[in-house]
């Protein structure tokens, strides 16, 4: 059993910065490919980006390639999202997710994964 605790968003300009963290508790986190989805309202659930469990592999949806960076610490059971030049499209409820998998490339499908966050909001006004 994983538990996820996301912080970190807020209201930012366009063009500005935020850091999200997920805290994981729990066993086994090096274990664990992590991802961050973001929903926003009348979309679907969809990937930001994913890392597998050591960190040597990620995957970013195209829209945030550039922008956005994943990262994560096993040694403090955390996972980053770190989200530069940000635009009023990237306004979205962000969720942050595991799966067991030692797998060499992360997987982006949502449904793969076991273990969600409770969601943090993230506002980019114009």
């Known amino acids: 059993q994983v538990q996820l605790v996301e912080s970190g968003g807020g209201l930012v300009q366009a063009g500005g910065s935020l850091r999200l963290s997920c805290a994981a508790s729990?066993?086994?986190?090096?274990?664990?490919?992590m991802g961050w989805f973001r929903q926003a309202p009348g979309k679907e659930r969809g990937l930001v980006a994913a890392?597998?469990?050591?960190?040597?592999?990620?995957d970013y949806a195209d829209s945030v390639k550039g922008r956005f960076t994943i990262s994560r610490d096993n040694a403090k059971t955390t996972v980053y999202l770190q989200m530069n030049s940000l635009k009023p499209e990237d306004t979205a409820v962000y969720y942050c997710?595991?799966?067991?998998?030692?797998?060499?490339?992360?997987?982006?499908?949502?449904?793969?994964?076991?273990?969600w966050g409770q969601g943090t909001q993230v506002t980019v006004s114009s």
């Open positions: 729990g066993r086994s986190f090096s274990s664990y490919a």
């Open positions: 997710a595991a799966r067991y998998s030692r797998y060499y490339y992360p997987n982006s499908d949502p449904s793969s994964y076991n273990y």
């Open positions: 890392i597998n469990w050591s960190g040597s592999n990620s």
